[in-house]
Antibody
Framework: EVQLLESGGGLVQPGGSLRLSCAAS????????MSWVRQVPGKGLEWVSG???????YYADSVKGRFTASRDNSKNTLYVEMNSLRAEDTAVYYC???????????????WGRGTLVTVSS | IQLTQSPSSLSASVGDRVTITCRAS??????LAWYQQKPGKAPKLLIY???TLQSEVPSRFSGSGSGTDFTLTVSSLQPEDFATYYC?????????FGGGTKVEIK
C-alpha cells in the first residue's frame, strides 16, 4: 500500500528539541522529493521544508536555522530535526511526497495523517 | 509570493456551480496546485499545473488561469465536496499556500 506514516510528535517545552519521522511505503522513496507541511489546528497550511531525492534542502524563513530536514533512502524514511522550538511551532506536521511536472517540483500527491507537535511549558 | 483566496468562505447547495479564486502577488506562470481538505484529514491534490486534473479526481473539478489569477470551479457541487480548498504556488521558494476557502452547506 502506498502510504506515509509520521511519528515523533508530542509535548515539548519552549527552547526544546524534537525529531519527527515519516516512514514511506509502496513507492520508490529515493526517486521523489519530500516535504514537511504544518497546520495550526483550525488554520491554514504552511510549507516548512523540502528535500530532493538527492538530499538538497529548502526551508521556510520561519524555521531556517532551527529545523533540519534529512532522509535515509535505505530506510525509506524522512526526518526533520526541530530545535529551539517556539510556541508558534505548535501544529500538526504532515509529510508529503512531491512530484515534478512541467518544470515545477513540488506538487504534493501523497500525504501522511500528520503528527501533532505542542510547544508549551 | 503571497496567495490571496476569495472568498474565504461560501455557502452553497448541492448541484450549485462554485468558483474559488486565487490571486498571486506576482506572476507564477502555471505553477499552481489546488487541494481539498476535510476536517481531521490530510489535504488531497485536485489540480496541478493550474489546470491538469489529478488522477481519480472527478471531472466536475476544473482549474484555469496563469500568471497571477487562477480559479477552481466545481461544476455541480456534491455532498462530498463540502470541505476547505487551498491553492499553492510552486514558482519560487518559499512555497506558499493560500489562506483557504471553506465551502459549507447552505
Amino acid at each position: 500500500e502506498v502510504q506515509l506514516l509520521e511519528s515523533g510528535g508530542g509535548l515539548v517545552q519552549p527552547g526544546g528539541s524534537l525529531r519527527l519521522s515519516c516512514a514511506a511505503s509502496g513507492f520508490t522513496f529515493s526517486s521523489y522529493a519530500m516535504s514537511w507541511v504544518r497546520q495550526v489546528p483550525g488554520k491554514g497550511l504552511e510549507w516548512v521544508s523540502g528535500i530532493s531525492g538527492g538530499g538538497s534542502t529548502y526551508y521556510a524563513d520561519s524555521v531556517k536555522g532551527r529545523f533540519t530536514a534529512s532522509r535515509d533512502n535505505s530506510k525509506n524514511t524522512l526526518y526533520v530535526e526541530m530545535n529551539s522550538l517556539r510556541a508558534e511551532d505548535t501544529a500538526v506536521y504532515y509529510c508529503a511526497k512531491a512530484f515534478s511536472y512541467g518544470g515545477a517540483y513540488w506538487y504534493f500527491d501523497l500525504w501522511g495523517r500528520g503528527t501533532l507537535v505542542t510547544v508549551s511549558s | 509570493i503571497q496567495l490571496t483566496q476569495s472568498p474565504s468562505s461560501l455557502s452553497a447547495s448541492v448541484g450549485d456551480r462554485v468558483t474559488i479564486t486565487c490571486r498571486a502577488s506576482q506572476g507564477i506562470s502555471s505553477y499552481l496546485a489546488w487541494y481539498q481538505q476535510k476536517p481531521g484529514k490530510a489535504p488531497k491534490l485536485l489540480i496541478y499545473a493550474a489546470s491538469t486534473l489529478q488522477s481519480e479526481v472527478p471531472s466536475r473539478f476544473s482549474g484555469s488561469g496563469s500568471g497571477t489569477d487562477f480559479t477552481l470551479t466545481v461544476s455541480s457541487l456534491q455532498p462530498e465536496d463540502f470541505a476547505t480548498y487551498y491553492c499553492q504556488q510552486l514558482n519560487s521558494y518559499p512555497l506558499t499556500f493560500g489562506g483557504g476557502t471553506k465551502v459549507e452547506i447552505k
